[in-house]
């Protein structure tokens, strides 16, 4: 089970790109870190949402073909059903950007996925992310991974009930508040393709 937990900070501006389409651009200092990382969450038809699944499970070699997927889960709740969430690892702005052409150049990628999945997706949303100083990204020794790890739901609520307890929780939390903007959970099933689980 992974629960992925999101908080806009102040440094991260939303802004509309299109219709329908939302990112968030990283500003300040980590933007000249290099490594990156996309948050992309597509909001499905909910009678296409097996579809798009079938679809994007047989043709996302097409896809990992130009970069590196972290990962890619279903939504099981938190928010509105029926969506997607994946995560894409860049070099920096300049790779991602090299990616985003070769995918509009890649014909088969168009023609075997993006076209025939457009027609399934409501909404997309894209964030741009970096890691935190002290964290680095592993594979986890079990099947089951998370951005933040549980053994089930009801182990989550029970963690999260001790922590509650716990001055140091309590005065960190209180401390990074007033950065924080808006906060979303998510209960994520991963895919068979997904390479994090």
């Known amino acids: 089970m992974l ?20 990112s968030s651009f990283a500003t300040g200092p980590r933007q000249y870190d290099g490594t990156l990382y996309e ?3 597509y909001y499905l038809k909910p009678s296409k949402m097996n579809e798009f ?24 709740f938190g928010g509105r059903m029926n969506k997607v969430f994946h995560i894409w690892k860049y070099d920096n702005f300049a790779h991602r950007t090299e990616v985003r052409k070769a995918l509009a150049k890649d014909k ?12 399934l997706i409501d909404k997309q949303e894209s964030e741009i992310t970096y890691l935190v100083p002290w964290c680095k990204p592993e594979k986890p020794p079990k099947e089951v991974h998370v951005l933040w790890w549980n053994e089930s739901a009801d182990s989550r609520a029970a963690g999260r009930h001790q922590s509650h307890e716990d001055p140091r929780v ?7 508040v007033n950065f924080l903007e808006s906060q979303q959970n998510m209960l994520l099933i991963p895919m068979s393709f997904s390479p994090l689980k």
């Open 108 to 119: 088969e990628w168009q023609e075997q996925y993006l076209i025939p999945n457009l027609a």
């Open 170 to 176: 309590v005065a960190a939390v209180r401390e990074s």
């Open 39 to 41: 948050f992309r969450t």
């Open 53 to 76: 699944l079938e679809n994007t499970k047989k043709n996302i070699h097409l896809r990992t073909a130009h970069s590196e997927l972290v990962g890619y889960w279903s939504v099981e």
């Open 3 to 22: 629960v992925f937990r999101s908080g806009l900070t102040r440094a991260l501006a939303a802004r509309t790109l299109a219709p329908q389409v939302c």
